[in-house]
């Protein structure tokens, strides 16, 4: 047996170059082949000779190739095998002269495979034209796992040239889509961390067989439950998920390939990952993005399959964490990041999720540096590879050579001294340098966010989600446990008043608990003020717990989504309903109640003169507002910044809404992403906005801006660009100069 003996060459203590001799000379003897050789693909792209048999020794590390070079440059690139009797008419077919490979007339060759991604290429060559079976190119594969494994755990590095690094630990950057802001230098932590088979060697195949057959029941019994008990296995898998699962799960092929595995001479181990290893070549290659999705489905289920054999745990326990990690996860729940240890992460890093992710808020609440979307990361990295991220820019590089490192380092240094600079301006009023008052306010959501009120000065809570508190929860939080929540919000602010926002859920806000419709346009749909309306016991209950909470306060409630006049009507009654409910029950009542909406559905422009009567207050909801206005969805990425805000149709309905409110002197504010932004923020001011609210890291910027910034110098500047009738499709080239010439830092 093959793979036997070459296992125990694998343990025997010897160096690298004498354990590959010795394995190619195993090998070619097995095979019944004048040559076998092993390149490996180096970090410049090209494939070096690191062993062989058969051919001139002296040509080893030194004939090399580029990949798509020659027959095995050609099995590099494709990651498939090649068997051929007639290798020398193939159109691809090219030699090395120093190798005296050209008396060689058959050749077999496979990828040396790891995660989908090539390490190498395995070849086997005869003189005579002989036609390799399927069973011999079986067998060379289940070969190339071995030095795969051998590769992979750095051992040949002892034999690499100057020059000629090997690609695995080769630097990449990665580019991703940027999710929350701050440079994360650490160790990559896989939130599933993959097991790295080391027995691949079976030696009983009837026993691997049927643990293999075990592993695959549990597996699937595990997935049914999941799936009947209507749970998502942990955090971001949802329903469609699990059912690709079970698809997969219960397809024939996909079992018939592992037991085919197993008779080769493998592992139950062994199996799944030669069967995954051919999917990850076949499917990463594909150019269908339906095809690389069911590749995920299917690395997770062989990723499960491995941890029920292994009985390793499935996810990395939060209380493990080493330092300086930075998380690497396929998706993310917002739930699971708050379980690790603040005080240890650095980074986070999804292969799915971006900026308007539900974990995406949380890392920003928590100042995470985070990037989202960056395709293929999962199987790119490898435990322990160092990592830089940049959560503004979405970039991550992968083992950074050291300059890169030190760039970085610089950087977060640089950025942590502005932040010293920022904390320093916390007891500065924003006041523009003509002596306009800006008020700056926080938005809020989760209680991680409470301590930056008094951090960052902020003057009041402008906006707090309250549906992230919800989606966190297991289930519907009780009236009790609501109004401990508020109440400890408004404790936590010393005084300083919270504009707390009804539950704003439905689109892409669901709360795992709750039932949900399929909607064909959810950000058209079923959400926020019309399903409070519909289902009044669930805005009841929450504006209970506020006014409860908010006894003996000054307490501000808002709305989300208001369309019409009547909305706002319907639910101030609903206000009205439990006040007086309240009163029977002889509890204090807030000290003042102010109530409002949030501008967000564009109809409401055009019934300011019904809200403004209505309303104590208006906050302008930009991300929803810009994204009805210009008909972009804002998570669709797309189209999310197709359009400026900066440009001459959204600044004029903005500034629709504070000459309006001027007139009847009701307080604007804006708590959109845009009123962060110190370039827009500017605008904002010059458009008459004096109340913005933001996260908790953009007050510092902004404030920053208004101490430099002459707002009615800003004023002038927008107005008759606003009132040009040949307005460019975004105004942000012109104001970001303006801002460069009058000395305003951005
Ligand atoms: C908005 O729409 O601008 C807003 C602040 O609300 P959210 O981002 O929670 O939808
Ligand atoms: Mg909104």
Redesign the pocket.
């Known amino acids: 047996m093959l793979l036997r003996r070459l296992r125990e060459v694998m343990a025997e203590p010897v160096a690298a170059q004498t354990r590959l001799d010795r394995i190619v000379v195993h090998i070619a003897a097995n095979m019944v082949a004048e040559v076998c050789s092993v390149y490996v693909l180096r970090a410049d792209g090209r494939l070096e000779l690191y062993a062989t048999e058969g051919l001139n020794r002296e040509a080893v590390h030194l004939t090399t190739m580029r990949a798509g070079e020659g027959l095995v440059g050609l099995i590099a690139e494709s990651a498939e095998a090649l068997a051929l009797a007639d290798a020398q008419s193939h159109p691809a077919f090219s030699y090395k002269p120093e190798t005296g490979e050209e008396i060689y007339n058959s050749f077999l060759g496979v990828p040396i495979l790891r995660g989908g991604n090539t390490l190498g290429v395995l070849v086997v060559q005869n003189r005579v034209r002989r036609v390799y079976s399927e069973e011999e190119v079986e067998v060379l594969q289940t070969t190339a796992m071995l030095l795969a494994e051998m590769i992979a755990s750095g051992e040949l590095q002892s034999i690499v040239r100057p020059g000629g690094d090997i690609a695995l630990r080769r630097p990449l950057a990665l580019t991703g889509a940027p999710v929350a802001d701050g440079v994360g230098l650490g160790y990559v932590v896989l939130q599933r961390p993959r097991v790295i088979v080391k027995q691949i060697v079976a030696e009983d195949l009837k026993k691997e067989a049927e643990r293999l057959d075990e592993s695959i029941a549990v597996v699937r019994g595990n997935i049914d439950d999941l799936i009947k008990r209507g749970e998502e296995d942990g955090p971001g898998e949802h329903r469609d998920v699990l059912e690709a699962f079970r698809l997969i799960a219960h397809d024939p092929g996909w079992l018939r390939r592992l037991h085919e595995a197993v008779r080769t001479g493998l592992t139950a181990e062994g199996a799944v990952e030669r069967v995954q290893n051919d999917a990850r070549a076949r499917l990463q290659r594909s150019t269908d993005p339906y095809m690389r999705e069911r590749l995920h489905d299917l690395d997770d289920l062989a990723n499960r399959l491995l941890h029920q054999l292994t009985g390793e745990p499935l996810t990395t326990a939060a209380a493990d964490l080493p330092d300086n990690a930075i998380i690497v996860a396929r998706t993310m729940g917002p739930a699971a990041l708050l379980d690790y240890d603040r005080a240890k992460l650095r980074g986070l890093v999804l292969e799915e999720g971006g900026a308007s992710s539900h974990v995406a808020i949380v890392a920003r609440a928590l100042g995470i540096p985070t990037i989202g979307e960056v395709e293929n990361i999962t199987t790119l990295v490898e435990q322990g590879d160092a990592i830089i991220i940049d959560g503004s820019t979405g970039e991550a590089h992968l083992r950074p050579p050291s300059d890169v490192q030190e760039a970085y380092a610089e950087k977060a240094r640089l950025r942590a001294r502005r932040q010293e600079q920022y904390r320093s301006l916390r007891d500065q009023p924003a006041v523009t340098k003509d002596g306009v008052k800006i008020d700056l306010h926080m938005n809020a959501g989760l209680l991680v966010d409470l301590p930056h009120v008094d951090e960052t000065g902020a003057e009041s809570i402008g ?1 707090f ?1 309250t549906e992230l508190q919800f989606m966190l929860a297991p289930q519907f939080p009780r009236v009790n446990e609501q109004i401990a929540l508020y109440r400890a919000v408004l404790e936590s602010t010393q005084g300083r008043p919270v504009t707390f926002r009804t539950l ?1 859920i439905g689109g892409d806000k669901v709360l795992p608990y709750m039932r949900t419709y399929e909607e064909e346009n959810p950000a058209l749909g079923w959400r926020a003020i019309r399903i409070g309306l519909d289902r009044p016991g669930l805005l009841r209950s929450q504006l209970r717990a506020m006014l409860r909470a908010g006894g003996g306060r000054e307490l501000r409630i808002m709305f989300p989504m208001v369309a019409n006049a009547a909305e706002f009507d319907a639910a101030k009654a609903m206000v009205g309903l439990e006040l007086a409910h309240m009163t029977r029950h002889g509890h204090e009542e807030p000290r003042s109640l102010k109530l409002g909406i ?1 501008l ?1 559905v564009p109809s409401i422009l055009w019934q300011l003169d019904e809200i403004l009567a209505r309303v104590d207050f208006i906050s302008v ?5 810009v994204q009805y206005l210009t008909a972009a969805d804002r998570d669709n990425k797309r189209v999310s910044t197709r359009f400026d805000p900066l440009s001459a149709p959204i600044l004029r309905a903005l500034k629709l809404v504070t000459d309006k409110a001027r007139e009847t002197g009701t307080p604007v504010t804006l ?2 992403e845009i009123g962060g932004k110190p370039l827009e923020a500017l605008a904002l001011i010059a458009l008459g906005y004096r109340g913005l609210s933001m996260t908790a890291s953009s007050i510092g910027p902004v404030k920053a801006m208004i101490l430099a910034l002459d707002a009615g110098e800003a004023g002038r500047f927008l107005s008759p660009r606003l009132a040009a009738r040949d307005a460019a499709p975004s105004l942000r080239a012109e104001l970001r100069a303006f801002a460069e010439a009058s000395g305003v830092p951005l």
Do not use: T, V
């Not at 909801?621 to 507002?625: E, P, Q």
């Open positions: 906006l989600r704003d949030m967000e909801g930009s991300n929803d507002l708590c959109g």
